[in-house]
Nanobody, 124 residues
Framework: QAQVMESGGDSVQAGGSLRLSCTTS????????MGWFRQAPGKEREAVSC????????YYADFVKGRFTISRDSKTKTLYLQMNSLKPEDTAMYYC?????????????????WGQGTQVTVSS
């Protein structure tokens, strides 16, 4: 059974930076597109950024373009989300996902694996 685990969430002040990390099994990491999603209390889960299996295609939501960078390291089998210039509205639970529709950065129903979430809190 595939396993997805994310970490790196923390509480920071506006303008600060965080780097989230996500690991999976080697096979899943090698062949699967991956991405980051977030959900704030009372709001629907939304896509943040996605990347295809070899890192040649990336997707960014408009609200994070120029601030966040998604990347993956095939040697360590780790997915990253570098988050700079954080804003209070970035506060949410951030989830890592594997095996999705990377072009639209959307869940593939029944086939996407999800991590447990890591909390990011940005204060003004």
């Amino acid at each position: 059974q595939a396993q997805v685990m994310e970490s790196g969430g923390d509480s920071v002040q506006a303008g600060g930076s965080l780097r989230l990390s996500c690991t999976t099994s080697g096979l899943l990491f090698t062949y699967a597109s991956m991405g980051w999603f977030r959900q704030a209390p009372g709001k629907e889960r939304e896509a943040v950024s996605c990347i295809n299996s070899d890192g040649t295609y990336t997707y960014y939501a408009d609200f994070v373009k120029g601030r966040f960078t998604i990347s993956r390291d095939s040697k360590t089998k780790t997915l990253y989300l570098q988050m700079n210039s954080l804003k209070p509205e970035d506060t949410a639970m951030y989830y890592c996902a594997a095996n999705l529709n990377v072009r639209t950065c959307a869940e593939a129903s029944g086939r996407t694996y999800w991590g447990q979430g890591t909390q990011v809190t940005v204060s003004s």
